[in-house]
């Protein structure tokens, strides 16, 4: 299969949930006290709506069993979507579950504006300066890909914020990719270099690029939860799967958010530049073994 049909089995995809970019312009967030360091307009969101579906597809669902065990989604449940960006995961979510309620909270609105408002309630909140909502008003509350939004100071009040709006008895499901250095890589390649950059970015940012892999020491401090499962996948580029191409197609579309921040980083001056490091790392992530893992873990509120 070529890029291009690559490309449209992505597209595919993100059509079937009705959201469309609708421009190509850089614009990111002007939140002081945040660290995010990628774009939030629209070309951004059609690439979390393309990862959303590349993670679905790694874990083979949208949740892990056991939250699907102990809750009844069926009947209908609460659910907060925290950091819920594009609104992918809600809007792929109530397709699955069309009985329960979505909240969703992010620190500005980049939502797609075809979402069912009757299921959908969106409030602006930051995790780290207290959500905008009660004590124990959720049965389950989600949180994904903020590893580049969070310092690593931030974790735990961020956790203890989750922790206070779930009800007793409710779940909470994190999930973060964990941005390793593959040492077994070439120091010269393109992918290496990726990866040295963007964690040396984190660093100097106060983040950690591989803050799931903590999951368990964090959450096992809090004696109000308990760990009901953790779950690390991974999946390797280069094997030609339906899940390969579709991470495939977001590591190029990252390495197009990237760029104001990757390219000074690299020492990359012109456009021609980053054009042609930007196809000497789509050849190596297809035609030698290039990891992108993630770290997910579910507890439940005691």
Not at 120 to 126: E, H, S
Not at 196 to 201: K, Q, S, T
């Amino acid at each position: 299969m070529n890029t291009h049909q690559e490309g449209a089995l992505v597209t595919d995809t993100i059509t079937a949930t009705n959201l469309t970019a609708l421009g190509l312009s850089r614009e990111f967030h002007n939140e002081e006290s945040s660290t995010y360091w990628l774009p939030k307009d629209d070309e951004e969101q059609m690439r979390l709506t393309g990862q959303h579906f590349a993670i679905k597809d790694l874990y083979g669902g949208n949740v892990l069993s056991g939250v699907i065990n102990t809750l009844d989604f069926e009947k209908g449940i609460t659910i907060l979507d925290m950091g819920c960006g594009s609104g992918a995961w809600i809007m792929d979510m109530m397709r699955d579950y069309p009985n329960c309620t979505y909240h969703g909270c992010d620190i500005s609105d980049t939502r797609y504006k075809k979402v069912n408002i009757e299921k959908f309630i969106f409030t602006c909140g930051n995790v780290v300066k207290g959500l905008p909502y009660e004590d124990n008003t959720f049965d389950f509350v989600h949180m994904r890909l903020l590893v580049l939004a969070l310092r690593e100071e931030e974790w735990p009040t961020a956790i203890s914020e989750l922790i206070r709006v779930t009800k007793p008895g409710g779940m909470i499901q994190l999930l973060e990719m964990d941005l390793r250095q593959q040492q077994e890589d070439d120091p010269s390649g393109a992918l290496y270099k990726v990866g040295l950059a963007v964690r040396n970015i984190c660093t100097s940012k106060g983040q950690n690029p591989s803050i799931g892999t903590e999951f368990e020491k964090m959450l096992s401090k809090y004696s109000n939860i308990k760990i009901i499962q953790s779950d690390d996948r991974s999946c390797d580029m280069s094997t030609g799967t339906n899940t390969a191409k579709l991470f495939i197609w977001d590591s190029l579309q990252v390495l197009k958010s990237m760029r104001p921040v990757l390219a000074l980083k690299l020492g990359l001056k012109t456009d021609e530049e980053y054009d042609s490091f930007s196809k000497e790392f789509e050849h190596h992530i297809k035609t030698k073994e290039s990891r992108c893992f993630y770290n997910s873990i579910a507890v439940q509120k005691l």
